[in-house]
């Protein structure tokens, strides 16, 4: 699992521990992510199933892409689909995909990117592997992502961002055990360091790998809410040190810290717990979400999918 990696973790700038007086928080529930096919079939594990909306909130959708090992010939993606209310964030961490828009965003990720799609009022795009990976094959493995955007903002213009993975804050555990990768936001005590992207919504993304037998204790906002999904490996979470593994979410309450630990055993194919960190303050608005479309109301998605079928999402560029 290569994302972005670091020589010598310990020149990094270190996490401090909370303090005594910090508010632990316990763990709400722990959920096994159930296996489906998304766009034209990549396996992909619905991070977010079986959990209320209200525990995730701002977040409402997440998927983890992979991991698998494509034959020549397999690689898969999606075909141009429509988007509006909501920004999706798509994460590499493993391959190479490839990002087309009606607004003229896109580029190539790989390994430790991140494509930054605020679909806002409306937007067209693809998403798919690029020609020299369907022909070879090979590894593939990411995370998307939806945040959702209040009422007002909606129907704010399409944006595009390319976060490259060298422009990703790195920030190590107090102990050394854990490397710490800020996609978006930031870590209570560590002002100097912040993740690259920009979002409408306060929030953080965080890729966390940690050593066996290491430990993570985090500040966290009290204001945000707090989830945790394990893309491989085994330890706990919460004060309880509550078990955790592969393909599980652990939904937390309230405080304004979080502990994470490693097993001291690990599975060989990945020598460490790895395990994603969001956080968002609610935006606690009613949801109407069908298909491509999150909105407030039903007179809203029914709109989205009118003005869709007019073209009023822009054109699929020719090339």
Do not use: C
Not at 228 to 247: H, K
Request: hydrophobic residues 35%; proline residues 9%.
């Amino acid at each position: 699992m290569p994302a972005i990696t670091v020589a010598d973790i310990t020149t990094l700038p270190r996490i401090p521990e909370p303090g005594p007086t910090a508010s632990e928080r316990t763990v709400r529930s722990v959920t096994e992510a159930p296996s489906g096919f998304e766009g034209e079939g990549f396996p992909v594990r619905r991070a977010f199933a079986g959990v209320p909306q209200s525990q995730l909130d701002p977040f409402i959708h997440l998927d983890q892409m992979g991991e698998v090992e494509y034959a020549p010939g397999e690689p898969k993606g999606t075909p141009w689909h429509p988007h509006r209310g909501f920004e999706t964030v798509t994460y590499i961490i493993d391959g190479t995909f490839e990002h087309q828009d009606s607004h003229g965003g896109g580029g190539s990720i790989t390994n430790g990117d991140t494509q930054w799609m605020t679909a806002g009022g409306g937007i067209l795009h693809i998403e798919r592997p690029p020609e020299a990976l369907v022909t070879s094959g090979g590894l593939f493995h990411g995370l998307q992502l939806w945040v959702n955007l209040p009422r007002a903002k909606k129907a704010v213009a399409p944006r595009y961002q390319d976060l490259r993975a060298n422009s990703v804050g790195l920030l190590s555990s107090a102990d050394g055990g854990t490397l710490v990768r800020l996609i978006a936001g930031s870590v209570p005590g560590v002002a100097e360091v912040s993740g690259p992207g920009s979002t409408y919504t306060p929030m953080a993304m965080l890729h966390t790998t940690l050593a066996p037998g290491s430990r993570l204790r985090l500040p966290w906002p009290a204001e945000f809410n707090a989830l945790a999904y394990v893309l491989s490996g085994a330890g706990s979470v919460g004060a309880e040190a509550r078990p955790i593994g592969t393909g599980q979410l652990a939904v937390f309450g309230p405080g304004d810290a979080i502990t994470i630990a490693a097993d001291s055993r690990q599975e060989s194919r990945h020598p460490g717990l790895d395990v994603v960190l969001l956080g968002g303050e609610p935006i606690r608005e009613p949801i109407a979400w069908t298909g491509p479309f999150v909105m407030n109301t039903r007179a809203e998605v029914l709109t989205a999918f009118e003005d869709y079928q007019a073209g009023r999402f822009g054109q699929i560029p020719e090339n």
